[in-house]
């Protein structure tokens, strides 16, 4: 049997948010504002820092003008992302869009989310997986296990 | 025989691919299963070619 099926990421676990920050060496730091291009946003339940050495190919992105706020539901689990749709400064059209450069920030945060997402059931359920990096950006997972 | 393996590719823009090799007909469900889950929400799902056989061969031995 084959079966090839395809997932779109939805963060909603707040310990795999965690994990996530942690493999990309972000920093969290709690009751935080959220930083916009035009400054401070509103005060968020966690705010997740970029690493100094994040740095984009376009826009140079500077760890101290933006940041991602993240807010919780009653559960503490996500409830809403909150960051600034244009971190290359650039205008996008619309509020719904986001530029390149922010399409990048938020896509390494979802990977390294759904990495932790499958290692994590991985581990649970006794498989092994070898992780490798592939030279398009992705991460492939081998899992081999007693099935 | 081949060692039964899951792969998952996540992209970076955090889409998840997921495919199960060298499990016979629909053994690879409950592995899925576990996983499905925790990958969010599914956009696409695609039979390859040997499930359809293994489906095939199935029906046809419990004529």
């Known amino acids: 049997m084959s079966k090839l099926q395809t997932y779109e990421c939805e963060m909603k676990d707040k310990s795999l948010l965690l994990d996530a920050v942690t493999r990309l060496g972000w920093t969290v730091t709690a009751s935080e504002y959220v930083l916009f291009y035009s400054g401070k946003g509103q005060v968020c339940d966690l705010v997740l820092n970029f690493a100094?050495?994040?740095?984009?190919?376009?826009?140079?992105?500077?760890?101290?003008?933006?940041?991602?706020?993240?807010?919780?539901?009653?559960?503490?689990?996500?409830?809403?992302l909150l960051f600034d749709n244009a971190m290359n400064g650039q205008e996008v059209r619309a509020q719904t869009e986001q530029d390149d450069c922010t399409k990048r920030v938020i896509g390494s945060l979802k990977q390294a989310y759904q990495l932790s997402a499958a290692k994590r059931v991985a581990l649970r359920k006794g498989y092994r997986v070898k992780e490798i990096a592939q030279a398009d950006g992705s991460v492939q997972l081998v899992t081999t296990g007693r099935w | 025989m081949a060692e039964k393996q899951v792969i998952i590719v996540v992209h970076a823009d955090g889409r998840v691919?997921?495919?199960?090799?060298f499990f016979q007909g629909h053994d690879c469900e409950k592995v899925i299963k576990d996983f499905e889950q925790a990958l969010g929400h599914k956009t696409a799902e695609q039979k390859k070619p040997e499930w359809h056989q293994q489906t095939t061969t199935h029906a046809k031995q419990g004529r």
């Open chain 2, 17 to 21: 691919e997921l495919e199960a090799k």
């Open chain 1, 52 to 80: 100094d050495n994040v740095v984009d190919r376009q826009c140079r992105l500077l760890s101290r003008k933006y940041n991602i706020g993240v807010n919780l539901d009653s559960n503490g689990q996500i409830k809403e």
